[in-house]
């Protein structure tokens, strides 16, 4: 599914608005660049950026990137944990976007009874392949130190492009796989989306979480689909079962198919209770009463 470049603009302008509301007078209110969204029309900045969603489709597993800790890995390599992935891609020295989707991200995270590095990982990928493995390490314990939960640094990654012409080219074949269209811009930085993708343990694109703002609650549901039953608790499940996503809310909306089918399963439950008992009374009744002559 492709969000469209009139209503990512849109979306853009409330992030902005948002983040200048909130206080933060550091962060530009516009995209990286000068010019703000025109009524008739979109900045420059964000022609191509649109997200084209891959549902479905499985992340590059093989490409080899470099960890927070100068060693080469893969995404592949990452799952073999066996546990879903939240994917994050931007570039560590972003002066707005990046750092509020991660900031609001890891804080709702926090606010989850569901772990790090036991439940879910979090991985980030540096779009920019000039930024190196020392930078994204600097990142990644500023956010350990957000969550501040034992054993989150094992599923916290921070991973950049290989120092080689191959090796810079895959967090673009990444992007490309999962649909995160981003441009460079003329000031050195970069325009693109707010986004994580939720990644199943085989590599699956089960979901696109858009925004600055994450609801736990929403990103929990989230998390549990990815885990494909494998994680969280059986009412987790069972409410999940009972949700389905709305692509015009960008969440978890109740189904009213799925109301009927419990009322009717309760109902024909107690039915069946009701019919029992009876059944049983009306033999005790039988074997009680007196036998005719």
């Given at each position: 599914?492709?969000?469209?470049?009139?209503?990512?603009?849109?979306?853009?302008?409330?992030?902005?608005?948002?983040?200048?509301?909130?206080?933060?007078?550091?962060?530009?209110?516009?995209?990286?660049?000068?010019?703000?969204?025109?009524?008739?029309?979109?900045?420059?900045?964000?022609?191509g950026v649109d997200i084209t969603e891959h549902l479905g489709d499985r992340v590059p597993l093989d490409l080899v990137l470099i960890d927070d800790s100068g060693e080469p890995t893969t995404?592949?390599?990452?799952?073999?944990?066996?546990?879903?992935?939240?994917?994050?891609?931007?570039?560590?020295?972003?002066?707005?976007?990046?750092?509020?989707?991660?900031?609001?991200?890891?804080?709702?995270?926090?606010?989850?009874?569901?772990?790090?590095?036991?439940?879910?990982?979090?991985?980030?990928?540096?779009?920019?392949?000039?930024?190196?493995?020392?930078?994204?390490?600097?990142?990644?314990?500023?956010?350990?130190?957000?969550?501040?939960?034992?054993?989150?640094?094992?599923?916290?990654?921070?991973?950049?492009?290989?120092?080689?012409?191959?090796?810079?080219?895959?967090?673009?074949?990444?992007a490309t796989a999962t649909g995160f269209g981003y441009k460079l811009l003329d000031s050195g930085e970069y325009s693109h989306a707010a986004v994580f993708m939720m990644i199943a343990p085989?590599?699956?694109?089960?979901?696109?979480?858009?925004?600055?703002?994450?609801?736990?609650?929403?990103?929990?549901?989230?998390?549990?689909?990815?885990g494909e039953g494998k994680i969280g608790t059986p009412l987790d499940r069972f409410i999940l079962w009972c949700h389905q996503w709305d692509p015009a809310s960008k969440g978890y909306s109740?189904?009213?198919?799925?109301?009927?089918?419990?009322?009717?399963?309760?109902?024909?439950?107690?039915?069946?209770?009701?019919?029992?008992?009876?059944?049983?009374?009306?033999?005790?009744?039988?074997?009680?009463?007196?036998?005719?002559?």
């Open positions: 599914m492709r969000i469209g470049r009139t209503q990512f603009a849109a979306l853009f302008g409330a992030i902005s608005l948002s983040a200048s509301a909130a206080g933060q007078s550091s962060i530009a209110p516009y995209a990286p660049g000068d010019r703000p969204i025109d009524a008739d029309g979109i900045a420059a900045e964000m022609e995404l592949g390599k990452l799952l073999e944990a066996g546990r879903p992935m939240m994917l994050h891609l931007g570039y560590y020295k972003c002066p707005m976007l990046c750092t509020l989707v991660l900031n609001e991200g890891v804080r709702s995270l926090a606010k989850m009874d569901l772990s790090l590095g036991k439940d879910f990982d979090l991985v980030s990928v540096s779009i920019n392949p000039k930024e190196r493995h020392e930078l994204a390490h600097a990142k990644k314990q500023g956010y350990l130190a957000e969550y501040d939960r034992a054993g989150s640094e094992k599923g916290m990654r921070f991973l950049t492009a290989a120092a080689t012409p191959e090796g810079e080219t895959v967090p673009a074949a990444i085989d590599g699956r694109i089960v979901r696109y979480l858009y925004g600055v703002k994450f609801d736990p609650t929403t990103m929990r549901m989230a998390v549990v689909e990815a109740l189904l009213a198919f799925r109301i009927m089918q419990v009322g009717g399963a309760i109902t024909v439950g107690v039915m069946s209770v009701g019919l029992a008992w009876m059944f049983i009374r009306s033999a005790r009744q039988a074997r009680l009463a007196p036998h005719a002559a």
